[in-house]
């Protein structure tokens, strides 16, 4: 097993290295090989970077699309176990060698070898990736490397050699099976070294599978026939099945919808006011009620709208007669107030919406007795406005009021006469509460769940 | 009429045919949501309802208003909308139904009346219509297949839900939920135009 913790022990270090660079790059578009190079001490590899830079525009641009993708894709999912094997490689290398300070010898050592499998692998296994890429599917754009060792991490070590063993057949290379070998041995050893060492995990994410990949691809041609087997769905996002979880694609595609589901709540969650809930359920009453809400709001604004709109000019008219009236007004309204009367009491028994608006096109508007009461008593000492905001003021009190459906007998409510006075009283109400007019009047109502006044934000 | 004319917005852009191209969008004065989907354009908003409005008061008589502009808000809801939106085609398909409907029945009536003694015809007529109505649904229903199944993890209330959004009862539930968040914008947006333009009236 030689070239195997050969290996494993170059990409560890290499990986732990040249992660902090790539940490930095954060999603490079430029060579990525060179980043992973030109961070390193100087000191240490003059001759491997100027060596490695002439591979790194060949590897460069397929490492990096594929370091790119997941930088884009999946930056939380790296901290998930998207490179177990790497972090594991990483860890164990740590706990070996470089912890103990003598790193840098060794790490210069491994990295000298990172270096020259790199450029082997470069020119003579990029077959294995595009078969590694091509078996596994349509698993995603991220790399043919990647993949298995995405399904490996998974828990199933004997899955990825099956699988590396698979490919390694279509393919024909022999370091695929000592590829295959050194992940499913590394996975089987290391998993243990998971938990503690999450940080290192972390660090060591992208690289050394980028460091496969750019070692593997060579040309761009492993990057298209990665991306081309993958290429049936670049776009879709490769989960990377936490450890101890199932690989199946039923699974992952259920875990995915699940996902889905949860973003999409977590947005109308922004939405929807009052939306402290953390239960999905009650989160969905909310949402329901919020919509239910709105829609009564349209309904409401949509009444208040025909004597606004449509009562105003006429009505404007009529009230400034009857301002200037006075007394005839008073005698004349009390008879058209019985007449008035009768027919809403008439058509309220049928239905609320045409007795209402039948009140509109006459200006007038239902109020609870209680705050009729306290209007007239506090009218006596209010001096009258323009006649026309009266009417409108009524409209829009009356859009701001909110009657209990199915109105218990009538006894609630009254009808308030449109007389100056009165419609004078109702416009300067709601002109004083000025903003909050909307609200206080709902909360007159003597609704307050229903809130249909509708209350500016 | 004058003053709703001085009350409509400084000149609309002209209707184009896809209102939400960039051009109108970058006046939206909602920014972009994190889901990538902004309110729509409050100018088209306005321009789509406020046209409608004027045209219900020159046409509509006043005993049937209150359905016609709550009517009227949707529809220019769902035109000044994105018009990708599942929710926006439902909602325009409605009204593309009820307006075959109208005609529909306008013409049968005039046939019915024209035709057979004029007691009985509205009762035939409106069986007719409603028939016609039935079957125009039916089809398109049909055509897409029918609701889907029940999902896995979609809870119970979830149909109440599909009730309230338009078109709601052909998705499934992921696409629920997303077409419920645009369906909820564009609402806010319309509930606050028409509250504006309420205090813009009675405010005078």
């Known amino acids: 097993m030689q070239p195997t913790t050969r290996e494993m022990q170059a990409m560890a270090a290499a990986g732990q290295i040249s992660l902090d660079d790539l940490r930095a790059a954060g999603g490079v578009h430029d060579d990525f090989l060179d980043q992973m190079l030109g961070g390193l001490p100087p000191s240490a590899w003059p001759e491997l970077a100027s060596a490695a830079g002439a591979k790194a525009p060949e590897g460069g641009a397929e490492a990096e699309g594929m370091h790119q993708q997941h930088h884009q894709q999946q930056q939380q999912q790296f901290g998930g176990g998207l490179y177990d094997e790497s972090a594991l490689l990483a860890s164990r290398l740590r706990q070996h060698q470089i912890s103990g300070g003598g790193g840098a010898e ?11 499998q790199l450029a082997d692998l470069r020119h003579g296994h990029h077959m294995l990736l595009q078969g590694m890429g091509r078996s596994t599917g349509g698993g995603g754009g991220d790399g043919g490397v990647l993949l298995p060792l995405s399904l490996g991490s998974g828990g199933s070590g004997g899955d990825v050699q099956a699988l590396l063993k698979a490919a390694a057949n279509s393919a024909g290379g ?28 972390q660090q060591t994410a992208p690289l050394p599978g980028q460091g496969f990949g750019g070692g593997g691809g060579g040309a761009s041609q492993p990057q298209a026939g990665a991306s081309g087997g993958g290429a049936a769905a670049p776009p879709r996002q490769r989960v990377r099945a936490r450890r101890g979880q199932a690989t199946d694609p039923h699974s992952i595609a259920e875990r995915l919808r699940r996902e889905r589901i949860a973003e999409r709540m977590k947005a109308l969650q922004e939405l929807v006011p009052n939306a402290n809930k953390t239960d999905k359920a009650s989160m969905l009453d909310e949402i329901i009620d919020y919509v239910k809400f709105l829609q009564l709001q349209v309904k409401v604004l949509s009444m208040s709208r025909l004597g606004g709109a449509a009562a105003v000019a006429p009505l404007v008219a009529d009230m400034s007669s009857e301002g200037q009236g006075g007394a005839p007004p008073a005698a004349a309204g009390s008879d058209g107030l019985a007449v008035t ?27 609870p007795v209680s705050l009729a009461s306290a209007i007239s008593s506090a009218t006596c000492h209010m ?75 | 009429m004058a003053r709703k004319r001085t009350a409509r917005p400084p000149p609309p852009p002209p209707p184009n045919p896809n209102p939400n191209r960039r051009a109108v969008a970058s006046t939206a004065a909602a920014p972009a949501p994190a889901s990538g989907t902004a309110s729509p354009s409050k100018r088209m908003l306005a321009f789509h309802f406020l046209r409608a409005l004027a045209r219900i008061h020159s046409a509509t008589p006043v005993p049937r208003r209150t359905r016609t502009i709550r009517r009227a808000a949707y529809s220019s809801m769902a035109r000044a909308a994105n018009p990708r939106r599942a929710w926006t085609q439902a909602l325009l398909r409605q009204v593309r139904v009820r307006r075959a409907m109208r005609s529909r029945r306008a013409v049968l009536l005039r046939r019915r009346v024209s035709a057979a003694p004029p007691a009985p015809p509205l009762g035939a007529a409106r069986s007719i219509v409603s028939a016609a109505g039935e079957t125009a649904t039916e089809a398109m229903t049909l055509a897409r297949g029918g609701p889907p199944p029940r999902q896995a993890g979609e809870p119970a209330r979830a149909d109440a839900l599909r009730r309230l959004v338009p078109g709601g009862s052909e998705m499934e539930y992921c696409s629920l939920l997303d077409e419920t968040a645009d369906y909820l914008r564009c609402l806010r947006a319309q509930v606050q135009l028409m509250q504006n333009l309420v205090d813009l009236f009675s405010g005078q």
Do not use: I, W
């Open chain 1, 106 to 116: 060794s790490a210069a050592a491994a990295k000298q070898m990172v270096l020259q």
């Open chain 1, 174 to 201: 022999e370091a695929s099976g000592v590829f295959g070998g050194a992940f499913a041995g590394s996975l089987q050893q290391q998993q243990q070294h998971f938990q503690p060492h999450p940080q290192s995990q």
């Open chain 1, 341 to 367: 009367e009768q027919q809403v009491a008439k058509l309220m028994e049928e239905d609320m919406g045409t007795a209402m608006q039948y009140l509109q096109g006459k200006g007038l508007c239902l109020m």
């Open chain 1, 383 to 457: 001096r009258p406005p323009v006649g026309g905001l009266g009417v409108a003021a009524a409209a829009h009190h009356m859009a701001a009021m909110r009657l209990p459906p199915g109105m218990n007998g009538g006894a609630d409510a009254a009808a308030v006469p449109a007389s100056p006075s009165m419609s004078v009283l109702t416009a300067q109400s709601a002109m004083a509460n000025g903003a909050g007019g909307a609200d206080g009047e709902g909360s007159h109502s003597q609704q307050p769940k229903d809130a249909a006044s509708v209350s500016k934000p």
